[in-house]
């Protein structure tokens, strides 16, 4: 009997899932997860991205880095880096001010671990750092 176009049964599916994926390798199982989590982050994303080159300077754990941002919006960028983080860890970056009088320091947490680079979620403490990463994304041209 045809069942008027619904699609097949939500435990058929889910089972034929479970068996695809006990299928593959350990290292495509991981890519699969972190391909899911980064369409799920882009789905309740609250602010867009927007695509820049910016240089950072930061610090993780106390070891200072410099690198390239490759995207930003008011909560966040992502940092093209080769370097091993973790989920969870905090950051320290430093952004040129969007008036290039001084240079302005922002924590954030690492939310986000690809091979490509580390996803971080700005931890703002003042209003003043608010309008600055506000200021220094509006400055950003769109593609």
């Known amino acids: 009997m045809e069942n008027s176009g619904q699609p097949a049964k939500e435990p058929n599916v889910t089972a034929q899932l479970i068996k695809r994926i006990k299928n593959m390798s350990l290292e495509r199982q991981s890519q699969l997860l972190k391909d899911l989590e980064e369409g799920q982050s882009r789905e309740i994303r609250q602010h867009d991205r927007k695509a820049c080159l910016l240089t950072v300077d930061y610090a993780v754990e106390d070891r200072y880095f410099r690198d390239f941002i490759q995207d930003m ?10 370097q091993t983080f973790s989920s969870g860890q905090t950051i320290l970056m430093t952004f040129m001010s969007p008036d290039h009088q001084k240079p302005f320091k922002i924590n954030g947490e690492i939310v986000r671990v690809l091979p490509s680079g580390i996803g971080v979620k700005f931890t703002i403490d003042s209003q003043v750092q ?7 994304v509006n400055m950003i041209q769109d593609d």
């Open 73 to 82: 919006s008011d909560s966040g960028v992502f940092i093209r880096t080769s």
């Open 130 to 136: 608010e309008a600055a990463i506000k200021s220094l």
